[in-house]
Antibody
């Protein structure tokens, strides 16, 4: 069955970076783009962007350009999101998600989420 | 960005009852391909969101027919009939017609 297994919680200092991972299984990794979503209590759910797992091409929400960098490692079926120049506003749960079939514009499968806490 | 406004924010319900959640968008969600990309998710406490309805009115695999979606243009509704305990949580709408995709603020379904 399709699974997206995300890396564990991160505690980071302001100004630093973190790189969280999303390991896919149960399907052909390059079949679906992987999207990333941010969830906070205050701002709710925000769409960060997606990566084409075949070509590595990306499309970012303007708000997250310069903040998030999406990459993939096809050899390990893993997607990564690096968050840089962290501030307390980056504290959130981050999800990776994929569609149910190729080419559709909604998510059916989500990772379990990775909590990032930014604090000095 | 397209603003998605969900109402109400909180929705008390009795088990077995029926409820409706509204989601309104700041611009039409009809895509140039003719489809309307409005979807509904339920997030239960401590879990990731789960897909209920895609493209306005299509139930995802395994979703009971107690859930139904309707609407067009900028105005959409999720109806839940015969509410069961496992239906409690926060409901979100998502539009994926316009990039960046945007979510509604959520509606918390809770017991009266």
């Amino acid at each position: 069955q399709v699974q997206l297994q995300q890396s564990g919680a991160e505690l980071a200092k302001p100004g630093s970076s973190v790189k969280i991972s999303c390991k896919a299984s149960g399907y052909t990794f390059t079949s679906y783009y992987i999207s990333w979503i941010k969830q906070t209590t205050g701002q709710g759910l925000e769409y960060i962007g997606y990566i084409n797992t075949g070509s590595g091409g990306t499309n970012y929400n303007e708000k997250f350009k310069g903040k998030a960098t999406l990459t993939v490692d096809k050899s390990s079926s893993t997607a990564f999101m690096q968050l840089s120049s962290l501030t307390p506003d980056d504290s959130a749960v981050y999800y990776c998600a994929i569609p149910p079939i190729f080419g559709v514009r909604w998510f059916a499968y989500w990772g379990q989420g990775t909590l990032v806490t930014v604090s000095s | 960005d397209v603003l998605m406004t969900q109402t109400p924010v909180s929705l008390p319900v009795s088990l077995g009852g029926q409820v409706s959640i509204s989601c309104r968008s700041s611009q039409s969600l009809v895509h140039s391909d003719g489809n309307t990309y409005l979807h509904w998710y339920l997030q239960k406490p401590g879990q990731s969101p789960q897909l209920l309805i895609y493209r306005v009115s299509n139930r995802f695999s395994g979703v009971p027919d107690r859930f139904s979606g309707s609407g067009s243009g900028t105005d959409f509704t999720l109806k839940i009939s015969r509410v069961e305990p496992e239906d409690l949580g926060v409901y979100y709408c998502l539009q994926s017609t316009h990039f960046p995709w945007t979510f509604g603020g959520g509606t918390k379904l809770e017991l009266k």
